[in-house]
């Protein structure tokens, strides 16, 4: 496969056209009488009209087709998806999953569709407020059908198996420690090449933003030039038998059947798109003396909600670093957090838990659930050496962190049969070591 090209920068009001076709994109105007090639000029919005230039998003796509080119949508399998968060009873214990089973080709097929898992969420996507977080499973490639969410954005985190995928903009190939956001009502098709499986953070009503910097200053963190935005490519294919568009629509799944491939934008220009970022791009701030800066200086993008700094998804990492703080527990402390935290690892092992949290696993610790480091670490990094040290390396955990408390699907707590039901036991070996006659005791300082 050709190495494919892209466009740098996040947000930006971007303009591509397909090499075969120069000029397609119309001079001084959006919507010409006759548009170049006689293509169709279609705008979709990613915002209402209104919203101020900061937030405003759309593009005009100029495609051979206009998308609604199809025959009435009809319900179709379900499979695991579900925006049905009453399912089960809450459970605020400290959850974790063990790593999630993908399906052999051989015994079952499962494209990145029916590969998809809900495994939690909250909110209500009608009012477009809430989120969701998915697992997909799949063993095949997408092949004449695609997929379209309705409800709110994609931002998906391969973690066994790279993704190609087809989107009206172009293509991108997304590879494990990279990720990929798919914005609300964008068309899309995955190619894979092995068994693969990844998590999804879904958000209803709002977009990925970058987070605000305040005193860091201009640079750091996630830099806008380091999201790659693909460029523009059609095909032009007829599909006997009809090609499937899936559309996910107020949380459940509609099929719809049209003639021709969806991916038949020549050329586009806007700034409201897909787009990739390589994890191992972003620019690690930490502890420089002593004590811990909150996990929040590791958010690559946030999903903000209408409170200030209150964000509906936050998506955090624990990237390779250097861990320098002195006279300092060093791995994460323990916690109880007004939100919710998800955890994944896409390589290597965490440290504040070695053994049993592992990649393509997950973790949930609810709103106001205790969770922290297990004993082991605990003992060891109580009496570790404080020298500067290498932190993760060859290790990649994310989460995504929201301000709403998630319920777990049926399918996560039951059904999946991956749930650890040994997780708290990790915790179980901590003692107490309180000296009530002396402040700093032998050995542990």
């Not at 090449?193 to 750091?220: K, M, Q, S, W």
């Not at 003639?259 to 191992?280: C, I, M, Q, R």
Request: net charge neutral; charged share 20%.
């Amino acid at each position: 496969m050709a190495e494919l090209k892209y466009i740098s920068g996040f947000g930006n009001e971007c303009a591509s056209e397909d090499p075969r076709c120069p000029g397609a994109l119309p001079e001084g105007q959006n919507n010409p009488q006759v548009c170049p090639y006689n293509l169709y000029a279609e705008q979709l919005s990613g915002s209402a009209f209104t919203c101020p230039r900061s937030t405003n998003k759309r593009s005009w796509l100029y495609r051979i087709l206009p998308s609604v080119s199809h025959k009435p949508f009809e319900s179709t399998d379900q499979g695991h998806v579900t925006h049905n968060w009453d399912e089960v009873d809450p459970d605020p214990n400290q959850l974790r999953w063990k790593p999630f089973e993908i399906p052999k080709a051989s015994q079952k097929k499962a494209d990145f569709v029916s590969g998809l898992h809900t495994l939690c969420g909250a909110g209500d996507i009608r009012s477009n407020n809430g989120l969701a977080i998915h697992i997909f499973l799949c063993n095949v490639s997408m092949e004449d059908r695609c997929f379209c969410n309705s409800d709110g954005d994609f931002l998906i985190v391969p973690q066994k198996g790279k993704l190609l995928i087809y989107t009206e903009f172009g293509k991108m190939l997304v590879q494990p420690n990279e990720i990929c956001v798919i914005q609300r009502g964008m068309r899309f098709s995955i190619d894979v090449f092995e068994e693969t499986r990844g998590y999804i953070l879904e958000v209803y009503g709002v977009h990925f933003e970058l987070p605000d910097l305040g005193p860091i200053g201009a640079n750091g963190l996630a830099n806008p030039r380091d999201f790659l935005i693909p460029v523009a490519w059609y095909e032009d294919r007829q599909v006997p038998g009809g090609y499937t568009v899936i559309n996910k629509y107020q949380g459940k799944l509609f099929a719809a059947k049209q003639d021709v491939s969806p991916f038949n934008v020549v050329a586009w220009h806007g700034n409201y798109t897909p787009y990739k970022y390589n994890l191992e791009n972003f620019m690690v701030i930490n502890s420089v003396a002593f004590d811990h800066a909150d996990p929040s200086i590791f958010t690559v993008l946030t999903a903000k909600s209408v409170r200030p700094g209150v964000a509906i998804a936050d998506f955090v990492i624990f990237p390779p670093r250097w861990g320098v703080a002195d006279k300092t527990f060093r791995p994460p402390y323990y916690h109880r957090n007004c939100m919710s935290e998800f955890m994944g690892l896409i390589k290597g092992r965490y440290e504040a838990k070695e053994g049993g949290f592992l990649p393509g696993g997950g973790s949930l610790h609810s709103s106001m659930t205790p969770h922290g480091p297990d004993a082991d670490c605990f003992e060891k990094a109580s009496r570790a050496k404080l020298a500067p040290e290498r932190v993760a390396d060859g290790t990649m955990a994310f989460m995504f962190e929201s301000s709403l408390s998630m319920a777990v699907t049926k399918w996560g707590l039951k059904t999946s049969n991956c749930l650890d039901e040994n997780y708290y036991k990790c915790w179980e070996p901590l003692k107490s070591h309180f000296t009530p006659n002396s402040r700093n005791p032998a050995g542990r300082i």
